[in-house]
Nanobody, 124 residues
């Protein structure tokens, strides 16, 4: 059974940092591109960042460029999202998912096998 599990969310002040993890069970991540998405209350789920299976290619939403960094450790079967300089508007549930052939588009429809999400709250 393919499953992704997100962790690392929490409450942080504006300007702070968090590192999210996306761990796989039931399969090895190194064959797949992985994307991070987020969904704030009352809003649609949106793409945040994605990374190729090798880690050699990445893509970011404009809203997080320069602040977030996606990486992967295939030996640990885990993908990470380092989030720095967090803003109020980064508050959301963050999800990871497995990308299809057009993973680089960072579109919800190109992803499957979603995790349950981890809550990130940026508040003073």
């Amino acid at each position: 059974q393919l499953q992704l599990v997100e962790s690392g969310g929490g409450l942080v002040q504006p300007g702070g940092s968090l590192r999210l993890s996306c761990a796989a069970s039931g399969f090895t991540l190194d064959h797949y591109a992985i994307g991070w998405f987020r969904q704030a209350p009352g809003k649609e789920r949106e793409g945040v960042s994605c990374i190729s299976s090798s880690g050699g290619s990445t893509n970011y939403a404009d809203s997080v460029k320069g602040r977030f960094t996606i990486s992967r450790d295939n030996a640990k079967n885990t993908v990470y999202l380092q989030m720095n300089s967090l803003k109020f508007e980064d508050t959301a549930i963050y999800y990871c998912a497995v990308g299809g052939s057009k993973w680089y588009r960072l579109a919800v429809g190109e992803y499957d096998y979603w995790g349950q999400g981890t809550q990130v709250t940026v508040s003073s």
